[in-house]
């Protein structure tokens, strides 16, 4: 069965720094990966996707994600934290399937201080 | 494009109660739907998967009567709590996939409905 690990249930960063969010998948197949942003009380917004390709992988708002199938890992990362970026965020894994949903890490609280 | 509606948005109702939410993919065809229930500061967990015009298949653990989820068209689910009670109190997501077409391999989240229960 697929799984997601997020080791990191809170981070605190200050404004500027830069950013590294862990992920790693357990999964039989070629996974497709997603990292998601919640703010509170609010839905999902998607940062970015790998499905194929290229193993580096753009996002909006400066993100970025490794795809590292040595380590099943696919790391979140940004150079310079805004406080706006302060956030639930969750790594998910999925399947080129219809009928099989995505299943996602616990998350990873951000906290920006000045 | 690919955007997924849910209404409401939050809704509060007396123990006992029955509530419905829908979820509505606005401008794609959504052949499977899943909902999913998030707890304060928990990730989501999968309720049921739906398919469009066949029964939902749900997870271990979610009471089927107490969760009813039609997926009567390629465009609309709807999930009622029956009976509901504060414990049922939770924010629920929907999240809508097209199978078929260009949009295979993604699925697309709606905004989340806040149910609380007095």
Known sequence: AQSVTQPDIHITVSEGASLELRCNYSYGATPYLFWYVQSPGQGLQLLLKYFSGDTLVQGIKGFEAEFKRSQSSFNLRKPSVHWSDAAEYFCAVGANSGNTPLVFGKGTRLSVIA | ?118
């Open chain 2, 1 to 118: 494009g690919a955007v997924v509606s849910q209404h409401p948005s939050w809704v509060i109702c007396k123990s006992g109660t029955s509530v419905k939410i829908e979820c509505r993919s606005l401008d794609f065809q959504a052949t499977t739907m899943f909902w999913y229930r998030q707890f304060p500061k928990q990730s989501l967990m999968l309720m049921a998967t739906s398919n469009e015009g066949s029964k939902a298949t749900y997870e271990q653990g979610v009471e089927k009567d107490k969760f009813l989820i039609n997926h009567a068209s390629l465009t609309l689910s709807t999930l009622t709590v029956t009976s509901a009670h504060p414990e049922d109190s939770s924010f629920y997501i929907c999240s809508a996939r097209d199978y078929r077409g260009f949009l295979y391999n993604e699925q697309f989240f709606g905004p989340g409905t806040r149910l609380t229960v007095l």
